[in-house]
């Protein structure tokens, strides 16, 4: 009886990868245990072992072929004396009506295309006329690190795996190659000392960016990071600043529960002597990660997973910044003003777009920074709508859009035609089964619930 | 408590144990007067006196070279008059006034000086341990040959993050002294009630790291364990324990009652053991100076710790607007 080998999803996130090498021909015999293939992931390569025994009837997918999606059948296995070409006739499951594997958690965002998503933004921060190319969340930062490491020596990388592993989510691939180990620093695991040592190295005159594998692990820092990082500059009447970056993703991943899954925009937002970055897109990923090297305060660099692997248009600059305290509008619209940040993006834009198929028209502002916050965008927007939804995946008690319903109450109350709603996470611990998981963080659906809401639709 | 002396007649000049005794004397004076301004209600919130320590601060800065950086926990008060800071603006601080090191805005805990390359003052117990760290990271990163001494005391020996940089200094050959300040007590918690083994300074071994024991009620002990310890990391070999045998004799802070000793072990401390007393009749028994030259500096430092007291009475609150300055740098400091 044939046995069909599948494609394997080799990371919470993945959803297809390059099939690099076969390290078996048609015909071997294997035994559970020995290396079928090589496969990259965007993240890695990886040894792929069979699980199950018998012959290599017959490879389905050539050695070098990109884009293979998770769960395709890829080989198949037979028994001895079974002919192969019979068996991939009868094999039952081809691979375009393959069941998805678990289907990835947040939805929209891992089930998005990774085709380039069309910059819509009203104020470009770039030329007119720019060249543009495509490219991923994950190769913007790693190019916004290595401009910023050849542009000043005493910018150096510092974390887990960031070295000779190339990064636990490949941002710091071939920086090692490139700066060597002095700059491209592996640590022990260890983030409570090594997040302490970054800053005091920033005292001492360097420019530390601390890559914390996810902000989940942070929590062991955050004393140095609030009460030495933020906290010196004023408790040293502006003798003592602290130029550094804490990097690293954050927020739900996918299928990882409740100890790796958290949105920490809030905490970090509401500190004093930080600033805080949580870009959407790659262009802004990489002109914001420029821009918080060269601060000279200490900058939270809010990642998400889920992105790294998403492509934008970048425009090709030599020196591509994008400054902090500045919203970018997405889309123009009248009705309705969504605004989110980070992943929140992938829901209020996919919303937008349902939105406009019903007649309405939304704008969407990314906050890009939450510390500082861009509040006359917002609240020019909302005269101009009358109404405003926030939309964030964290959890919902004190969160950025709690602030901002009360800054735009403050500031812009008899321009408002309804509440202002806050679409977040929901009030719990993330849980690890894929419905639940769904569930627990907004959803683009919630977000068209809200505006329809606030347009009394 | 070690009471290991220096019995035989030290090897030291005049000027050397003039300087210690002056420098010692400056900080007892400058805490007592302190202890004072907080009885006034000058000296708000936490004060931590050093008294009694003097000697650890004074015979490891003894072995300092310019350029080399010292970082230390909110007992800080000594450290930064140790190695040159003002006592004016350090009294000022204090007193939370404009003239102060941090312009009122930091208080006793939170003092640095660039110039002197006092990192702070660090009020969260055993934080300033993997922020000396960094800085000798640093040190080491841009060449520059310097070491920094991170000064923690006992009761900081036993959070997690002394143990995570003890790896890491260890690992990358960082030339950072880690001063253990032992003064038997972490707060009301003597070393006895806090720690299975009473040796704080084997604790390196398990890391690999070299250390000692140091009589630090013994100005000079401190002084040659320091010229050790300096050489050590200059040369390269990576970070060096001392845990430096100490005694407080105020409360830990000025709201501690010190229930948990008697007044007795105080006494026999003060009157056996004084660090300044020590020094006092090493000058007098080598005839290095009279009873009236001792006088006349003890009114010298009098008068400096009256006019530091003056200042930091006189210097105005800072103006409100300082409530919203330093919270963001706008240009790249130059800290090295």
Redesign the interface.
């Known amino acids: 009886m044939a046995t069909e080998v599948l494609m394997p999803a080799l990371s919470p996130t993945m959803e297809e990868g390059t099939l690099a090498k076969w390290l078996v021909k048609e015909g071997d015999t294997v035994s559970s245990g020995d290396i079928l293939a090589e496969i990259e992931t965007d993240k890695a390569t990886m040894e792929f072992e069979a699980v199950d025994e018998g012959i290599v009837g017959k490879i389905l997918v050539a050695a070098g072929t990109e884009g293979v999606k998770v769960n395709t059948p890829i080989a198949v296995l037979v028994e001895e004396g079974e002919d192969a070409d019979a068996a991939v006739a009868s094999a039952p499951a081809p691979a375009a009506e393959a069941p998805a594997p678990a289907p990835a958690p947040s939805a929209p965002a891992a089930a998005a295309p990774a085709a380039p998503v069309a910059s819509a933004t009203l104020e470009p921060d770039y030329p007119e006329g720019t060249e543009m190319k495509s490219q991923t969340v994950r190769e913007a930062l790693r190019d916004a690190m290595a401009e910023e490491m050849t542009r000043d020596e005493?910018v150096?990388l510092m974390g887990e795996e960031v070295a000779e592993y190339q990064g636990a989510y490949k941002i710091s691939q071939g920086l090692l190659d490139q700066f060597g180990a002095?700059r491209v620093v592996d640590?022990?695991i260890?983030e409570?000392?090594?997040?302490?040592?970054?800053?005091?190295?920033?005292?001492?005159?360097?420019r530390p960016i601390v890559e914390f594998m996810t902000f989940n692990f942070a929590m062991q820092a955050i004393?140095?990071i609030i009460?030495?990082a933020a906290k010196?500059?004023?408790?040293?009447?502006?003798?003592?600043?602290c130029?550094i970056v804490f990097r690293g993703p954050n927020g739900a991943a996918a299928r990882v529960a409740a100890q790796h899954s958290q949105d920490y925009a809030a905490w970090y937002a509401q500190i004093?002597?930080l600033?805080v970055v949580m870009p959407y897109s790659a262009s802004d990923a990489k002109g914001l990660m420029k821009t918080a090297i060269?601060d000279?305060?200490p900058v939270i660099f809010l990642e998400n997973e889920i992105l790294y692997g998403r492509s934008f248009d970048v425009p090709v600059l030599d020196d591509y910044t994008v400054p902090f305290g500045k919203a970018r509008i997405w889309r123009e619209g009248t009705d309705v003003t969504i605004v989110s940040f980070g992943i929140g993006m992938t829901y209020a834009l996919e919303a937008a777009d349902k939105l406009a198929e019903e007649g309405i028209s939304a704008e969407v502002i990314d906050l890009r920074t939450l510390r500082p916050i861009d509040y006359d965008t917002v609240l020019a927007s909302v005269m101009k709508t009358n109404r405003c939804v926030t939309v964030e995946e964290g959890w919902p008690v004190a969160s950025i859009g709690n602030h901002l319903s009360s800054y735009i109450m403050t500031n812009a109350f008899d321009y408002l035609d309804a509440p202002v709603l806050n679409c977040t996470g929901k009030d719990v611990p993330m849980p690890y089964a894929a419905n639940l998981e769904k569930h627990a963080l907004v959803t683009t659906a919630e977000v068209i619930d809200a505006v329809k809401a606030v347009t009394y639709r | 408590m070690a009471t290991r002396r220096t019995t035989k007649k030290p090897n030291v000049s005049k000027e050397e144990l003039l300087g210690y005794y002056r420098d010692m004397l400056l900080i007892r004076r400058f805490e007592e007067k302190a202890g004072q301004l907080y009885g006034m209600g000058l000296i708000g919130g936490f004060c931590h006196l050093y008294i009694g320590q003097e000697a650890v601060v004074v015979g490891l800065e003894a072995a300092a070279e310019e350029g080399d950086k010292r970082i230390t926990s909110y007992r800080d008060h000594g450290h930064m008059l140790a190695c040159g800071m003002d006592p004016k603006g350090v009294m000022a601080e204090l007193t939370g006034r404009e003239g102060g090191y941090s312009k009122g805005k930091g208080g006793s805990m939170h003092m640095f000086s660039k110039e002197k390359h006092f990192y702070g003052g660090h009020g969260i117990v055993g934080a300033q341990v993997p922020l000396g760290a960094g800085l000798a990271f640093a040190d080491k990163y841009l060449e520059n040959g310097r070491v920094t001494f991170t000064y923690f005391g006992d009761g900081a020996a036993n959070q997690g993050q002394v143990y995570e940089t003890y790896n890491m200094a260890q690992l990358w050959d960082l030339p950072v002294i880690f001063v253990i300040e032992n003064n038997q007590y972490a707060m009301g918690t003597s070393v006895a009630r806090s720690t299975k083994s009473p040796s704080l300074w084997e604790r390196g071994a398990a890391y690999g790291i070299a250390g000692e024991e140091v009589d630090g009620m013994d100005v000079l002990a401190v002084k040659a364990a320091s010229e050790k310890a300096v050489a050590h990391c200059r040369a390269g070999n990576g970070p060096y324990i001392l845990e430096v045998k100490t005694y407080r004799y105020r409360g830990h802070s000025m709201s501690d009652p010190a229930k948990y000793r008697t007044r007795e072990e105080v006494q026999k401390m003060r009157e056996e053991r004084d660090a300044i007393e020590h020094v006092r009749q090493l000058l007098l028994s080598g005839k290095h100076a009279t009873e009236d030259e001792l006088k006349a500096i003890d009114k010298e430092i009098k008068d400096i710790v009256n006019e530091a007291a003056e200042f930091s009475k006189e210097s105005p609150e800072p103006a409100l607007e300082e409530l919203w300055t330093d919270i963001y740098a706008e240009t790249a400091p130059q800290n090295a």
């Open positions: 005493t150096y002095k640590t022990p260890t409570h000392g090594f997040a302490g040592l970054a800053v005091g190295s920033a005292f001492g005159g360097l004393d140095h009460n030495s010196t500059l004023y408790m040293s009447g502006g003798q003592m600043g130029p004093p002597g600033k060269r000279p305060n």
